[in-house]
């Protein structure tokens, strides 16, 4: 199978990154399930964090968002999405999880905008 011009290439680094996409939304729900008193405001933040983070990075950061931003602003919105998720796991009384998180997803961020710069 050969890639047309309009099927962009998957490596390993996008792979990657969608699971730490995955981990910082799921993260974030856990955060606010496990910081916060439940019922009440618990499930509101539980819920509300992830939703935030999701509808942030399909508005801007996905394949197909809905505004399209340059380079700088995709990164400013990944950046403060996977910073939430590094946060609430400080919070929660991890910091190895949060430091190693912080580390991949630092790596990966670094490689994938790299690969986005005119060559």
Do not use: Y
Not at 3 to 12: E, K, R
Not at 22 to 28: C, D, I, M, Q, T
Not at 86 to 103: H, K, N, R, S
């Amino acid at each position: 199978m050969t890639d047309t011009p309009n099927t962009p290439a998957i490596g390993p680094n996008d792979i990657l990154r969608f699971f730490l996409e995955l981990f910082a939304f799921v993260s974030l729900g856990i955060w606010g399930f496990l910081a916060w008193p439940l019922p009440w405001p618990g499930v509101l933040i539980g819920i509300g964090a992830p939703a935030l983070a999701i509808l942030a990075w399909a508005l801007f950061v996905s394949p197909k968002a809905v505004f399209r931003v340059d380079a700088f602003g995709r990164a400013l919105v990944e950046l403060a999405v996977m910073l939430s998720a590094a946060f609430a796991w400080w919070g929660l009384g991890q910091p190895i999880v949060a430091v190693l998180f912080t580390v991949v997803a630092t790596v990966s961020g670094i490689l994938h905008g790299r690969s986005q710069l005119p060559r």
